[in-house]
């Protein structure tokens, strides 16, 4: 694919962060985006590496109607040896493929997708982040820009990948953190787009995530929607719970986002000699291993998230308290090899980081 670069001037380009220590998540955006549009009958066209800056739609673009939009989240990390490095890239782009066509939106070629974000990253390589647990966050996502306010599929769409200097996406960082278990709302249901990476599901979160808040806790952990007994996952993250030298993470069932950290996980606790199941976890089973002991530690994976330590649960108005709110050898030993293989600094015996 032919891709147009937009030279910036040296007026053009902003100041980077200050303090890399500090970035928090997604608040700060580099220089550039790619942007790339589709029309019905032409196919993809107008690959462009341009300026970041407001896109302008008809206020009855299919998007802001009926939500036809889809996303995807990875990282590049700075090499210990100034090498970029991508961790699995070519499973995201397969996963914005699988949500094009939940959505019956266009799919895009997997070797153009990847080579759009290479390019952006390796053309906005100042803005990679080298302090400890920092990286740089690459956003791709496709809007329908059709404008009509009919339901149907609509015949235009843009995508785009944006990018952003990240740290922890929660304020704990590395420290355990409280969910708050959801029993009367639901995130998503079987056939439907739970499995996805659209944004629905998040704005579908955001009442008990809100309410959640407000009364002192990270997240909301969901149950399933027919029975309110099944763990499902946080929204930002899929769920593990360690028994001893088991880890239980519940099975994809078509309403959990099928997460690439997720995935990582399970192959990189086998390797390490645990014990992986993926079945469904009940919340009871969950709160007898609690109270028993036999549930020694549970932790949440995404790409933002990376492993974050759970370090209590509040279901029906009890306090669950989870290896007395504290980081365990199991999550630990996870999330040190995790991170040594995407920042490169250990060796990766499965493949998976791609240096550009
Ligand atoms: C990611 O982990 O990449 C996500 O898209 C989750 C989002 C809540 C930041």
């Not at 980077?16 to 942007?35: A, K, S, V």
């Not at 300026?51 to 990390?77: M, R, T, W």
């Not at 974000?117 to 990286?135: D, N, Q, Y």
């Not at 952003?164 to 709302?185: I, M």
Request: glycine share 8%.
């Amino acid at each position: 694919m032919k891709i147009l670069v937009e030279n910036l001037s040296e007026e053009e380009l902003k100041p980077l962060y200050e303090d890399p220590n500090q970035l928090g998540f997604g608040r700060i955006f580099t220089d550039r985006m790619f942007t790339m549009r589709y029309k019905k009958g032409m196919g993809w066209t107008d690959a462009r590496i341009e300026k970041y800056k407001n896109f302008s739609f008809d206020p009855s673009s299919c998007v802001y109607h009926y939500s036809q939009e889809i996303f995807e989240g990875l990282k590049a990390y700075a090499g210990a040896e100034g090498q970029i490095l991508l961790f699995r890239p070519e499973q995201n782009v397969k996963r914005m493929n699988r949500s094009a066509e939940r959505l019956v939106m266009p799919t895009i070629p997997e070797e153009d997708m990847l080579q759009a974000i290479e390019e952006l990253v390796v053309a906005e390589k100042r803005w990679i982040p080298k302090a400890p647990g920092t990286s740089m966050y690459i956003r791709p996502t496709m809007v329908a820009t059709e404008p009509f306010l009919g339901v149907h599929p609509s015949s235009e769409y843009l995508f785009y990948i944006i990018l952003s200097p990240v740290g922890a996406y929660y304020k704990e960082g590395f420290q355990p953190v409280k969910l708050y278990v959801e029993d009367t709302y639901v995130r998503a249901v079987v056939g439907g787009v739970g499995d996805i990476k659209t944004g629905g599901n998040y704005a579908a979160s955001l009442l008990a995530g809100y309410k959640a808040q407000q009364m002192g806790f990270s997240q909301v952990l969901w149950l399933d929607a027919c029975q309110h007994k099944y763990i499902e996952e946080v929204g930002s993250m899929n769920m593990f719970f360690v028994f001893g030298n088991k880890l239980v993470t519940p099975a994809l069932t078509g309403s959990i986002l099928p997460g690439i950290t997720r995935a990582s996980i399970l192959q990189l606790a086998q390797h390490l000699g645990y014990e992986t199941e993926e079945r469904p976890i009940s919340i009871d089973e969950v709160i007898e291993g609690i109270n028993q002991g036999t549930l020694t530690e549970a932790f949440g994976s995404g790409t933002a998230a990376v492993i974050s330590p759970v370090g209590s649960l509040y279901f029906k108005e009890k306090d669950y308290v989870i290896n007395n709110n504290q980081v365990g050898p199991v999550t630990e030993k996870l999330y040190n090899t995790l991170v040594d293989i995407q920042y490169g600094r250990t060796v990766d015996p499965f493949g998976w980081v791609r240096e550009i």
